[in-house]
């Protein structure tokens, strides 16, 4: 991976004025500096409560920061993180937050907790910003930081973009993780679900190896592509017994393997159902401002900037499809020059490289 780091921008005015039904308003400019910290980031944004929400329609990407989603964590995550004042205090107020001594879970385990959907969220979420705040304490970080023009995160990773974006701040980000969190267990608990990687086969096939598999189970077993990742990797979500007819008929369909994904059960399906009236809720109660970069959605792969759009789009993530393949497709074909995967593990950076080996890609830790 290159640890070269990204051309600087020049700088920009913070906000522009434009006429939104014959008022005038102002806009963070995409690609305008961010000088306030992770956690003040509700200071950043507009409070208008009309948005347009083609904003970032246009928007050319030159650098990027990418946010791991569920599955990423792992013991010692957040270590490095206590060597720098403003990450560590961050998980200082993660624990006031969630109610128990986060850093311990993340750097201690045991893994089984550290794993548990309920933790995992919060801890990968406060991690990721925290390595934002590792970067900026690195000489020419805080360039870095200010270089980039877009942002995106794999399923719960679109929580972190939004906070680094300042659609909310640092705090609300993670009360909405927690209950995200809490409500897709609560889900799970209440059905017979799993997840399942197919590697080596195209989208088509997988898709032709789930129906194979849903004409052998009931419709309350019935599966479907819940993440495309990247070419030759994709995760299939259902009922337990339609999982396991994926991985039988798996080898029949020339995939290389099947891996079981450690995880509470079937998201990004209609399995998640019961969370998403908690989470419009949650969204409901939770001021959401403009980004002042485009972040990139996981439901539809492009960016959004009405507010009210974003929570109904955050409320729909958790039974919709993860859009990843498309999004970094996009990305480098409207000529991504750079990308940092801020927080634990290096499946972001995997991805980019599988899909584009001379993808530019730096991991950021904490």
């Not at 050319?60 to 206590?82: C, D, I, W």
């Not at 990968?124 to 590792?134: F, G, M, N």
Request: net charge neutral.
């Amino acid at each position: 991976m290159s640890s070269a780091s990204s051309a600087l921008i020049p700088l920009a005015p913070l906000h522009r004025v434009a006429a939104v039904n014959g008022a005038r308003r102002s806009f963070p400019c995409p690609g305008s500096l961010w000088r306030s910290r992770v956690s003040m980031s509700v200071s950043v944004g507009s409070r208008a409560s009309v948005a347009n929400d083609a904003l970032f329609q246009d928007y050319k990407p030159s650098s990027a920061f990418l946010f791991p989603g569920q599955g990423a964590q792992t013991v010692g995550m957040g270590v490095e993180a206590q060597n720098v004042k403003a990450a560590a205090e961050l998980f200082g107020k993660a624990s006031d937050i969630l109610g128990f001594d986060l850093l311990d879970v993340c750097a201690n385990g045991p893994k089984e907790k550290l794993d548990s959907t309920v933790i995992s969220q919060p801890a990968i979420y406060v991690t990721s910003l925290a390595a934002v705040e590792v970067l900026r304490a690195r000489e020419g970080g805080e360039d870095i930081i200010n270089s980039v023009d877009v942002t995106c995160g794999l399923s719960l990773g679109e929580y972190t973009a939004l906070a680094f974006a300042g659609a909310f701040s640092f705090e609300d980000g993670l009360k909405l993780v927690k209950l995200r969190g809490e409500a897709m267990q609560d889900a799970a608990d209440a059905a017979n679900s799993a997840m399942v990687s197919v590697i080596g086969l195209d989208s088509d096939k997988v898709q032709l190896l789930c129906d194979a598999a849903n004409e052998e189970v009931d419709d309350q077993n019935k599966v479907q592509i819940a993440n495309f990742l990247c070419p030759g990797n994709y995760a299939v979500s259902g009922g337990v017994k339609g999982i396991e007819a994926v991985e039988a008929k798996a080898k029949s369909f020339k995939a290389r393997m099947t891996v079981r994904l450690a995880v509470a059960g079937a998201f990004h399906t209609n399995f998640m159902e019961p969370a998403v009236s908690r989470l419009e809720a949650a969204l409901a109660s939770t001021e959401i401002r403009i980004p002042r970069i485009p972040v990139i959605s996981n439901v539809d792969a492009q960016p959004h900037s009405d507010p009210d759009t974003i929570k109904k789009i955050l409320a729909r993530q958790v039974t919709s499809p993860v859009q990843w393949e498309l999004t970094v497709k996009t990305l480098l074909s409207k000529g991504l020059k750079k990308s940092y995967e801020l927080g634990p593990g290096k499946v972001i950076a995997g991805i980019v490289k599988r899909m584009d080996r001379s993808a530019d890609v730096e991991n950021i830790g904490a």
